[in-house]
């Protein structure tokens, strides 16, 4: 984080208010209008970087969502300007300014995964990797600008807050009280709070919907092995997954378009490649999307009762799927035999962080030579200090968190693996019973909370990541005195993502929900200077 007069004084230095932005608004911008003015000429790629960056300025001490400011993005927008100048645009994200969760590595730059360990600048060691995740190198072939590096709970181990010991608390764009989702809660007030057009976000546990949700956001959690992971810092690398965060369906429907595919890097990208569809995923953007299909509605057998004002919500929301022409179906979990299979969960890697140490050291080790450590062992004999100490939320040891070995050789391990595989099989048994073409749910069972009120208790968590399920995390208005409130549309089976972009799309057309946050109207500070641009 940088504070006002000190983040003018860097950008200046760097010479990226040297051009005036003109009277560009960027609050509230799309990718699809960004290539309608770009293609009629009300601005160049150049000029909208820089006034994402005049904003940035503006409201970046108060928010805190960078980690890294990108002091190329002004030459990176100069040299897509003389692209689109000589041969037209690459795409529906040529010239787009987007962030990206500081967990996924940008080549030459520190990943910070949130932990002041993993920088020199906050008294730890550089983890600086020598290529970049192939998510980020996706969205940058696709001519995304990245403006910078968002904040995000040391490793990852937050749904609800984004405090990290790398740069302290980031804050809701909606309400400096109120918490911004977590763990991509940097990512969420960037683009909502109109840093940038979108984002990029992970999920272990709920790390896409949670800050989506909290702030008014669409987001797509993907099904596992559909975008590569691979340059991500892993929480459970068996469950990660990363998705867009938009404003619209229409972007995240784009997003990911680009995300989407085989690599190497990541053999689970394989399981994933023949149900990507031939046509782009933004050919389902469908007003009609929701017409004939029947969906599930909560229940109450994934969580909580429902507080009055969500289900006072919830029930408007469901009004409407009905009047676009969907069929509600109750009490889909009740006396189906759910319950007794996800019950008899055994004891093991149910929770989180419980192959973190494991899954850290092989991403470590594949940072390259540009890292000042390689391995959980080397950090800790280079610092003399235990990983995972002095982490900002629920401070602890990598080395003894969770079972500690390779879970391919543990037995306990592919009990687990068994018991997802009994927990997705009922699930499609209950889908195709019930015919439905997936599930309508209220992203939580209570209003999002303050910091002081607790956790967001978001209902899908864990069941769709146990499960690898795609959702779509929509805006739905908001509850409670202005705080956002969203729903879930989660797909039928894997790989479904078409379908719900198509119903994602006819509900957000027909409500169009979300508002612009207004602004922080005080100033809070955070001490010294923390945002760094390499």
Same mark, same amino acid.
């Given at each position: ?19 005036a ?42 928010y805190?969502?960078?980690?890294y400011?990108?002091?190329?993005a ?17 795409g529906?994200l040529?010239?787009?300014? $987007? /962030? ?6 940008? %080549?030459? +730059? ?7 360990? =993993?920088? @020199? &600048? ?12 192939? $998510? /980020?190198a996706?969205?940058?072939e696709?001519? %995304?600008? +990245? ?7 040391? =490793?990852? @181990? &937050? ?37 940038a ?5 992970t999920?272990?546990?709920?790390s ?170 080397e ?13 900002a ?10 079972t500690?070995?390779?879970p ?103 409500t ?23």
């Amino acid at each position: 984080m940088l504070g006002s007069t000190m983040l003018r004084a860097a950008l200046v230095l760097l010479g990226l208010l040297a051009l005036a932005s003109g009277d560009i608004d960027v609050v509230e911008l799309t990718a699809t209008q960004v290539q309608e003015a770009y293609e009629q000429g009300e601005y160049t790629a150049e000029e909208l970087t820089m006034a994402f960056l005049e904003r940035i300025e503006m409201y970046e001490p108060v928010y805190n969502a960078f980690v890294y400011l990108n002091p190329n993005a002004v030459e990176t927008a100069k040299a897509l300007d003389k692209e689109y100048a000589a041969s037209g645009p690459r795409g529906p994200l040529h010239g787009v300014p $987007v /962030v990206i969760k500081d967990n996924m590595n940008l %080549a030459g +730059v520190p990943t910070s995964n949130g932990y002041w360990g =993993f920088q @020199r &600048s906050t008294g730890g060691l550089d983890m600086i990797p020598s290529r970049d995740a192939s $998510v /980020v190198a996706r969205l940058q072939e696709a001519g %995304a600008i +990245v403006m910078g590096k968002t904040n995000l709970p040391d =490793f990852a @181990r &937050s749904g609800t807050v984004s405090d990290s010991s790398a740069i302290n608390r980031t804050h809701n764009s909606y309400g400096l009280e109120l918490v911004p989702g977590g763990s991509s809660g940097g990512t969420a007030t960037a683009v909502s709070g109109s840093f940038a057009v979108l984002g990029l976000g992970t999920e272990t546990g709920g790390s896409i919907q949670n800050p989506a949700a909290s702030q008014s956001l669409v987001g797509i959690k993907p099904s596992i092995g559909l975008v590569p992971i691979d340059g991500i810092a892993p929480l459970v690398a068996q469950r990660d997954v990363a998705g867009p965060l938009t404003k619209t369906v229409a972007d995240a429907a784009a997003t990911l378009e680009v995300l989407a595919g085989v690599t190497i890097q990541d053999v689970r990208t394989y399981n994933g490649l023949a149900s990507i569809p031939e046509e782009s995923y933004v050919t389902f953007l469908d007003s009609e999307g929701l017409q004939g299909k029947r969906l599930g509605v909560y229940d109450g057998v994934w969580g909580n009762a429902l507080s009055p004002e969500v289900e006072e919500a919830y029930n408007q929301m469901l009004d409407i799927a009905m009047e676009l022409g969907a069929e509600l179906v109750m009490n889909v979990f009740n006396d189906s035999g759910w319950t007794e299979v996800y019950e008899d969960s055994p004891p093991n890697y149910t929770g989180y962080a419980e192959t973190l140490y494991h899954d850290l050291n092989l991403y470590f080790q594949d940072l390259g030579d540009t890292s000042d450590f390689n391995s959980v062992e080397e950090w800790e004999e280079k610092t003399n200090r235990t990983m995972g100490e002095e982490s900002a939320v629920s401070p602890f040891s990598v080395t003894d968190s969770g079972t500690g070995g390779d879970p391919l050789t543990d037995p306990e391990y592919w009990e687990y693996a068994a018991w997802r595989g009994q927990l997705y099989k009922k699930y499609r048994e209950i889908m195709e019973e019930e015919q439905l073409d997936g599930l309508i749910y209220p992203f939580a069972a209570i209003p999002l909370p303050t910091f002081d009120e607790g956790g967001v208790g978001a209902i899908s968590v864990p069941e769709i990541n146990h499960m690898g399920l795609p959702q779509i995390t929509l805006p739905a208005g908001y509850i409670a005195g202005g705080r956002p409130f969203a729903i879930n549309i989660i797909g039928n089976d894997l790989y479904t993502e078409p379908e719900l972009i198509s119903m994602g799309y006819a509900f957000e057309q027909a409500t169009m929900l979300r508002e612009a946050p207004e602004g922080p109207n005080e100033q809070v500070s955070f001490g010294s200077c923390q945002c760094t641009t390499f």
